[in-house]
């Protein structure tokens, strides 16, 4: 929607211009006050001064004071210069007074200090000060005029310009705005591109890898993310409807075949047998969903309660059960080098899952006469268990994806063993549950080895 970006970049500039126009008043008020109180404090000193000067050049002349005429020369600069100086006794009557603005009246001094009065429409500044020899006021003013016009003429400077750059510099943080957020249009378009079924779009975005650069890239790996997740679901999907199908297609054609004429009572037994045998498949293949379909929603909601679960014992068990349990014909040879009392902080039947697995998988795909070893170690913190089984081994290409959901190295033969293609994706999940790692490596022709890494929960 591009007037969501069209008001991103108002807002900016009005903010900016905002920002600016408070600096500038702020400023120029400053500027103003400043300037106006130099301006009056440069004539307070020259009325002090003057003050001074003139105090010294007071002469009692006919029982009357009066300003020292030998000097009337330089008296004539102070003239030129505007000010009004006056010689006013107690009784405040005026004795003498010099300069252009002479006939203003002015008022009588009170005290001694500056003060600001308004006389005949302009403001004065007056310096009053007592010559005690003559017990005389010497007063000394000036007008404010140019004071005054001088801080108006800045003001209206300020207030003309201001405007002026605050809109001139507008334009410019408008421009940077708009350049600044173009790159979000090309997000925008990609982004609304995007169909519900469809992640293969990338931004792909070329420009600076600042916050821009980085919402694209962040965006674009989200994509990633989200497209092996689709791609995931939509394989899982295929797969599972693949697992059912292929039973229940089994089932139909048996029960097409006792159907289409009469049978005998053993033919219709047999028939429910092999049934009951593809029932059990459907029914252990929903379970695993199921269950898998739990272990993740564990793992995400991380609700799972965990206690502290002997390995070793656990371990143990197992092994004598398959050692009683396995198959007489297949004839193999299971050891096991278990050290004692690992701890794991788990669950103890998701873990017994984990390892039955392992193990049923070892009897499944070892030859006769073969052999399974169990072997545990404990490493920096780290319980490390080692199911090794003889046979023919995994093909490097197949060992990254055989934790997958469904993935047999060789389906017929896999399927005719019975399993469901979920069994190492149950075990890894069970592994991440318990934050460890399950890893599996093969000789080609001579054996596979599952490594279970489990974080130790006994600390001496
Ligand atoms: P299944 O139920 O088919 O056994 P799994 O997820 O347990 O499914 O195993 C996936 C595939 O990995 C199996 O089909 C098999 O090809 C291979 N596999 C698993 N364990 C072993 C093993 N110990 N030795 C050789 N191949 C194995």
């Given at each position: 929607m591009p007037h969501h970006k069209l008001t991103l970049r108002l807002r900016l500039t009005f903010w900016y211009m905002l920002g600016l126009s408070l600096t500038f008043g702020l400023f120029g008020s400053y500027l103003y006050f400043k300037f106006q109180s130099g301006l009056i404090q440069q004539i307070d000193t020259t009325l002090q001064v003057t003050n001074l000067e003139i105090g010294g050049r007071i002469l009692p002349k006919n029982q009357q004071l009066k300003f020292k005429e030998t000097n009337l020369q330089e008296l004539q600069d102070f003239i030129e210069a505007g000010l009004v100086i006056r010689i006013i006794n107690q009784q405040g009557q005026v004795l003498d007074h010099l300069g252009k603005d002479e006939k203003t009246i002015l008022p009588i001094p009170q005290k001694v200090g500056f003060i600001t009065i308004s006389a005949d429409n302009q403001n004065w500044r007056i310096y009053n000060r007592m010559i005690s020899n003559h017990q005389v006021w010497l007063q000394v003013a000036q007008s404010l005029n140019r004071v005054n016009e001088a801080s108006n003429h800045l003001l209206n400077l300020i207030i003309l310009s201001c405007p002026l750059i605050i809109i001139f510099v507008g334009f410019g943080g408008w421009f940077l705005a708009d350049r600044a957020l173009a790159p979000i249009d090309q997000i925008i378009v990609t982004a609304e591109s995007i169909k519900a079924d469809d992640f293969t779009k990338r931004i792909?975005?070329?420009?600076?890898?600042?916050?821009?650069?980085?919402?694209?890239?962040?965006?674009?790996?989200?994509?990633?993310?989200?497209?092996?997740?689709?791609?995931?679901?939509?394989?899982?999907?295929?797969?599972?409807?693949?697992?059912?199908?292929?039973?229940?297609?089994?089932?139909?054609?048996?029960?097409d075949v006792i159907l289409n004429r009469d049978r005998s009572l053993v033919e219709y037994q047999n028939t429910l047998q092999d049934l009951e045998k593809e029932v059990h498949r459907l029914i252990r293949l929903t379970n695993d969903l199921l269950f898998l379909t739990r272990l993740e929603q564990e793992e995400i909601e991380q609700k799972c309660t965990f206690y502290p679960v002997n390995i070793s014992n656990l371990l143990d068990v197992l092994l004598e059960q398959?050692?009683?349990?396995?198959?007489?014909?297949?004839?193999?040879?299971?050891?096991?080098?278990?050290?004692?009392?690992?701890?794991?902080?788990?669950?103890?039947?998701?873990?017994?899952?984990?390892?039955?697995?392992?193990?049923?998988?070892?009897?499944?795909?070892?030859?006769?006469?073969?052999?399974?070893?169990?072997?545990?170690?404990?490493?920096?913190?780290?319980?490390?268990?080692?199911?090794?089984?003889?046979?023919?081994?995994?093909?490097?290409d197949h060992l990254p994806h055989l934790f997958e959901r469904f993935y047999r190295v060789e389906s017929a033969r896999s399927r005719l063993t019975g399993g469901t293609g979920l069994g190492l994706a149950i075990a890894q999940e069970i592994a991440h549950l318990h934050q460890g790692l399950i890893t599996v490596s093969s000789e080609l022709g001579k054996n596979t080895t599952f490594e279970v890494i489990l974080p130790n929960a006994n600390q001496d």
């Open positions: 792909n975005y070329q420009g600076n890898f600042d916050e821009v650069g980085r919402l694209a890239l962040t965006i674009d790996k989200m994509l990633d993310r989200l497209q092996s997740a689709f791609e995931y679901e939509r394989r899982f999907t295929g797969n599972v409807s693949h697992e059912l199908r292929t039973p229940l297609t089994v089932m139909k054609g048996k029960i398959l050692i009683e349990l396995q198959p007489t014909a297949k004839n193999i040879k299971i050891t096991s080098v278990i050290k004692p009392d690992l701890v794991v902080l788990g669950n103890g039947d998701y873990l017994t899952n984990l390892f039955l697995n392992l193990l049923d998988n070892g009897i499944k795909y070892t030859p006769d006469q073969g052999q399974i070893s169990v072997k545990t170690t404990l490493q920096d913190q780290q319980i490390i268990i080692k199911i090794i089984n003889t046979g023919e081994g995994i093909a490097q």
